[in-house]
């Protein structure tokens, strides 16, 4: 069936008229429909097999496994440095109109991921004893750091990819990619927990991860050829301020989020509540993703577009799409939320004996997670207006605030104290991105009509 079709059945005839009329809603939603089909199925089955793993680990391993993750994800950041992002923003941009560009885009990207996934997984290697005995305080984990690496590495690619195929706006393929990571993941982890314990779940995911991004290399190949995108690295430093401009403040707005999450879950760890606590929060952890996956998706589908309208000078269409984006993100995200935090006891037992007494830690993240939405709907239209500085200052300030509150709280509360700085500083991030979106329109609008009164 097609999106027409879709459309024309489900639509009041009112909408379904203005849906027609308007290339930016259809582009919108043929997006959404695909992400929206991959990441709920792939997101099901991640949920299923992190709850296999919860119950074949137990509950300090699993808060270990969390903890390894987080840590991963510090030196991640590393390995991305915001490249996937600048694929999106500028391969959407010159895709069309400047394919040869496009194809530098695309090596540059690539040959700076090379480089740093490299630097990073060389970091954590050398330093994974040190990381393991003095930081984490449990020197039995620094085998499972290092066979994180390859699952850190992957990530980072399966990142650069996914952000081309975005800007491409081939998010087909990515839904497809998704899935397919969700099927090859949920055996791959449940076999290899049970054999290796943490260092087997890890592994588990890196392989799943592996055989996707091959898959999508090929994929991604016959896709540019039919578009005349050639992948050129011949003259492709010529873009280098794309890393400085853009790529650089998304590496530090990245650097600033994930390693303020990991200071938290250190402070949790390392207190007399400790590792079965933490589980706690990973466990609930688990079902955030599900809330924010609908704005994840309209933050990707989304920016191709508003790229394109801000480069036009189309700012009063830009707001318009940002602003509806926003609003309903809003209700679905809260609504979403609502049903799993009166469902929190039941959702935390599935994990296993002990987990169910971590439910509150579950209502404070649904609480949070509207906010986390419409933050991520706002950071894409930040994106997109090429303001990632600005970015960087709300994730600044939110990851402060984050660190600060749980410091205050996790002596008597634990995860829980953990949770409600995670609340608090998502609705600072939610306020500050907003507010910079709205005051960048502002100031755009009125600049170009003055050129027009001038003229």
Known sequence: MTLNLLAQRFLPAPLYTRFTASSIAQRLARGSIWSLFGSATSRIL???????AARILGQVSFGEFGLIQATLGV???MAGVGLGSAATRFVAQYAKPDPERAGRVIALVTASSIITVLVSSGLLIAFSGILAERILEAPHLQQALIWGTLLLAVSAFRGIQNG????????????????????????A????????????ALLGLALSASVVWIAGRFLLADDLRKRGIRVQYRGAWADWRILTGYSLPSFLAASLATPAVWV?????????????????????????????FIPMILTTVSIPVLVQEWASGQYVRFQRVF????????????????????????????????????????????IA??????ARISTGALYGMNQAWRVFLSQLISGFVFILITASLVKPM??????????????????????????????????LSRIRNKS
């Open 369 to 374: 997670s509207p906010f986390l939405a419409v």
């Open 264 to 292: 938290a879950m250190l402070l949790v760890a390392r207190s007399d509540h400790g590792y079965p606590d933490l589980a706690l929060y990973h466990a609930a952890y688990q079902w955030v993703g599900p809330m924010i």
């Open 414 to 447: 634990g995860a829980t104290g953990m949770s409600v700085g995670f609340l608090f500083s998502h609705f600072v991030m939610m306020f500050l991105s907003s507010y910079f979106v709205l005051t960048g329109l502002r100031s755009q609008k009125a600049s």
């Open 164 to 187: 081309t195929f975005a800007g491409l706006e081939r998010f087909d393929i990515i839904a497809k990619l998704n899935i397919l990571d969700g099927v090859l993941a949920l055996p």
């Open 46 to 52: 991640v949920l299923v097999a992190m709850i296999l």
């Open 323 to 366: 602003l509806a984006l926003a609003g309903i993100t809003l209700v679905l995200s809260g609504a979403a939320a609502s049903v799993l935090a009166a469902l929190s006891p039941l959702i935390m037992r599935l994990y296993g004996p002990g987990f169910d007494e971590g439910w509150p830690i579950l209502v404070l993240l649904m």
């Open 189 to 200: 982890i449940a076999l290899l927990a049970s054999l290796l314990g943490v260092e087997g």
């Open 75 to 77: 030196f991640g950041i």
